[in-house]
């Protein structure tokens, strides 16, 4: 089943900054690198979902 509408990737987008979000605070407010890291990482991979969400509501 294939996603036309870009509303799955955006619904993925916003739990992945939202998780990304939560570890940096978290890695951060425990002097945590290596989660900080991963949270920032999440972050980022959910900003490429939105890109891709909001690409695929303009096809």
Known sequence: MS???GMSDKVK???NKAKGEIKDQIG???D???LQAEGKKD???GEA???VGEFKDRH
């Open 3 to 5: 996603d036309h509408n």
């Open 13 to 15: 987008s916003g739990v």
């Open 28 to 30: 951060n407010a425990t």
């Open 32 to 34: 945590d690198h290596s």
């Open 43 to 45: 972050k980022a991979k």
């Open 49 to 51: 979902q939105e890109k």
